[in-house]
């Protein structure tokens, strides 16, 4: 029988690690912080260097790709942007009549445009992206890398930012330029049909109120906006999606990670774009 031995007395304690002091966190932290930040910005910086790289038959690929992506990304979604633009398009318009009916015409042009075109139809085409094609590209990719197949790419010579992650970064800049311009398009339209129903304005003067608000600074705006956009979306989404790791638990959590980085990174891109512009060409009233 085995000569087993039990001790009267408790053993003890064994010495507790100590804290690590705040000083050692917020370093670790910032560590932390440091190395997530090389990582975005290599995501990018790859991708975007990856065009350079030699191979006519690559760069089909990525083209067909890219062709791929306009059409989930751009042509699917036009049914759903129209139908926003209209409602955002006729809100504008009805507010603008019931605070300022006694302004005239030309004001309400300078409100389109500053509103809707400046402001609403960049940044409520790149919100409808994200949330709809940038949750898609971000489970796509992490669902490619849980399963070991960026891995399987990787190791037979194929590099993944160059031929999914740059044509997908391509393909949504171009659907939200596209998706940019028909969304100020239906929400202008409906701004107009719904000023003649309303009798404020008719549609020659609201026509030539807005062509007056235009100023050639806003061609540079839209295509800042547009592709600074379209480039977030694309970016980030495949970014986070490559962020998961082994666990397919891991997809859903990043990819919503994912649609709402997106979307911070874009309220603070609008917002610096915006008060650069107005404080190049002045105030969009006066």
Known sequence: ????????????PAEEEKEPSLAS???SRMFERQQ???????????????IFSPGDAARTVSVRVAIRQIFFTG?????????IAVFVGATTVIQVQLMAAALPTDFLGRILVAIILRELAPFATAVVVAGRSGTAMATELGNMKANSEILGLASVGIDPLRFIVFPRIVGTVVSVLALTVYFGAMALLASYALSQMMGSSSFSALSGAFSDALVPEDLALFLIKGTGLGTMVGWLCCHYGLEVQTSPT???QMASHAVVMTLVACVIFNTVVTAGFYWIVGPPVH
Do not use: C, H, N, Y
């Open 1 to 12: 029988m085995a000569d087993t031995q039990f001790s009267m007395f408790p053993k003890a």
């Open 25 to 27: 966190r917020l370093g």
């Open 36 to 50: 997530d930040m090389a990582r975005l910005f290599g995501t990018l910086i790859g991708a975007m260097s990856s």
């Open 75 to 83: 042509v699917q979604a036009l049914p759903l942007v129209g139908v």
């Open 250 to 252: 891991e997809v859903p």
